[in-house]
């Protein structure tokens, strides 16, 4: 378990699982947006000094978001999004794969289930992620995932607070 002021990640590997929760001082339709609306999600989905650039963003189920972290020398990861379920406010699940630039996935990927609820002006956001593969896991862990989520997190309560 890794934690800082507010994100707590949880590691379990023998179930292939990361559960990351995390609370916002700000209100939940304000959480949600910068969740599921592609501008708002292209300020903080990339730690710095990466950015996020969303191509193709659909936000219903069996839509999908096709984004690139981009580098600052201009190198692309892409990523693809499916989204699975959504129950607007509480909960949107989607399936996360690397990609190419011509959005073919590199299987295996991962299932997000994205919780969202608010108390007291504060909203807590709880992710659990769910690996196809024990070495998908550990190659995410291995390439930065905690520090990286975190430092992407920190951006998003920065955003929250600028909307304030």
């Known amino acids: 378990m890794e934690n800082n002021s507010?994100?707590?990640?949880?590691?379990?590997?023998?179930?292939?699982?990361?559960?990351?929760?995390?609370?916002?001082d700000a209100p939940l339709e304000n959480v949600w947006r910068a969740w599921t609306e592609k501008d708002l999600l292209?300020?903080?989905?990339?730690?710095?000094p990466?950015?996020?650039?969303?191509?193709?963003?659909d936000f219903k189920v069996g839509g999908r978001r096709f984004?690139?972290?981009?580098?600052?020398?201009?190198?692309?990861?892409?990523?693809?999004?499916k989204?699975?379920?959504?129950?607007?406010?509480?909960?949107?699940k989607m399936m996360?794969?690397?990609?190419d630039k011509d959005e073919n996935p590199q299987l295996p990927?991962?299932?997000?289930?994205?919780?969202?609820?608010?108390?007291?002006?504060?909203t807590k956001v709880y992710v659990i992620i769910t690996n196809e593969s024990l070495d998908r896991m550990k190659m995410m862990i291995e390439m930065g995932f905690v520090q990286g989520f975190?430092?992407?997190?920190?951006?998003l309560d920065g955003l929250l607070k600028m909307q304030q």
């Open 83 to 92: 989204y699975t379920s959504i129950s607007p406010k509480t909960n949107f």
């Open 50 to 57: 990466f950015i996020s650039k969303t191509k193709v963003m």
């Open 150 to 155: 975190t430092a992407t997190l920190e951006l």
């Open 6 to 24: 507010k994100t707590e990640f949880v590691t379990d590997l023998q179930n292939k699982k990361v559960t990351i929760t995390r609370a916002f």
């Open 67 to 81: 984004y690139a972290m981009v580098s600052p020398e201009g190198q692309e990861h892409w990523s693809v999004q």
């Open 96 to 99: 996360n794969a690397f990609a």
């Open 109 to 122: 990927g991962s299932d997000w289930d994205v919780n969202f609820s608010e108390q007291n002006g504060t």
């Open 42 to 48: 292209d300020q903080w989905w990339a730690p710095k």
